[in-house]
């Protein structure tokens, strides 16, 4: 099982053989250290959060400072910021865990570079062909969690739709404007924005926010 495609953030190609990955020390620790904290709890943004505030170089940052041509942007505003799509992208690589899997894109035709996802059933893989960074038992376990966390956090379509009274309701004691969201468990609800704004800047309860109950 030859890899068509790049190494992953954490492999690069062996010198002495350009069609086997061997792992990058430096970058697998980060790619460790990214499971470990997700199987700690704690998020994607927050991941991400952490890593720029411990001054780690993105994925793309850390290629074009080692020379490694990877394409992506060579300069960036600010190459220790990680997207939180990478974060997952990174948790449910499972080459990780030492496989090599073929066939996750394709194109329409030679001619045409765009890439398109192919579907899970296509693809081929071969089971532990490359050393792994994480165990299997790591990979499956952060698996359950990503699935967990996202049947927990989806809206139910009933709850889906845009409310009728969307920028046109204000709080009766702030005067700001209401904001509509879902809540899977009390389902629509209308909150100021005045105090969601507060409550994410401070995460405190104080006297200074608005206590107007939301609108039946």
């Known amino acids: 099982g030859e890899p068509l495609g790049q ?30 904290m997700c199987l700690e709890g704690k998020g994607n943004d927050t991941i991400a959060r952490i890593l720029q505030e411990n001054g780690i170089l993105n994925c793309t940052a850390y290629w074009h400072e080692k020379g490694i041509g990877r ?9 220790y910021r990680w997207k939180n799509s990478t974060i ?12 090599v899997i073929n066939f996750k894109t394709y194109s329409k035709s030679f001619k045409d570079k765009t890439r398109i996802d192919n579907p899970e059933e296509n ?7 490359h050393e792994p960074i ?22 139910k379509s009933e709850n889906g739709e845009k409310s009728i009274f969307s920028d046109l309701l204000y709080c009766a004691d702030c005067g700001h404007k209401l904001w509509y969201h ?8 209308c909150q100021c924005f005045f105090e969601l704004l507060f409550a994410l800047k401070t995460d405190l309860q104080s006297e200074t926010v608005c206590h107007s109950p939301s609108p039946p």
């Open 88 to 99: 997952r992208k990174i948790l449910t690589q499972q080459e990780y865990c030492g496989d």
């Open 71 to 79: 394409g992506g942007k060579k300069t960036q505003p600010n190459p």
């Open 123 to 129: 693809w081929v893989i071969f089971k532990d062909v």
């Open 182 to 189: 879902v809540n899977t468990i009390n389902k629509n609800i």
């Open 134 to 155: 994480v165990d299997r038992d790591t990979f499956e376990q952060v698996q359950k969690k990503i699935i967990k966390r996202t049947k927990r956090r989806a809206p």
């Open 7 to 36: 190494p992953p953030y954490g492999y690069r190609k062996d010198p002495l053989n350009k069609k086997h990955w061997i792992i990058d020390p430096e970058a697998a620790q980060v790619v460790r250290g990214i499971f470990r």
